[in-house]
């Protein structure tokens, strides 16, 4: 996905972890990693910035509504396996 250029991090690795880094949910250390890939990595990045744009309208079409706690971690372990990287490799269709 890198166009080429070699990263330090895998792009699949990066993407799978966007939403960790949208969130504030990954530590200092991670979130540096991440951001450091996106600044080198212009199709990360504009994955990065569709999934930002989501989020935005998503909070301001919800903002009032909270989520159980119950809710975000079933969400949270569908994502990690929608995201794992045995799924990343199949093909769509």
Known sequence: MSG???H???C?????EVYFY????CAD???DIIKKH???CSPC???YGIEQDVRAL???CCSNEVAPDEVKARLRAKLAILTSPEQLDRPSG
Do not use: I, Y
Request: charged share 45%.
């Open 4 to 6: 080429g250029e070699p």
């Open 8 to 10: 330090d991090v895998d």
């Open 12 to 16: 699949r690795e990066v993407l799978s």
């Open 22 to 25: 949208l969130d504030a949910e």
């Open 29 to 31: 250390a991670r979130r």
């Open 38 to 40: 996106l600044s080198e």
């Open 45 to 47: 990045l504009a994955e």
């Open 58 to 60: 998503v909070h301001r």
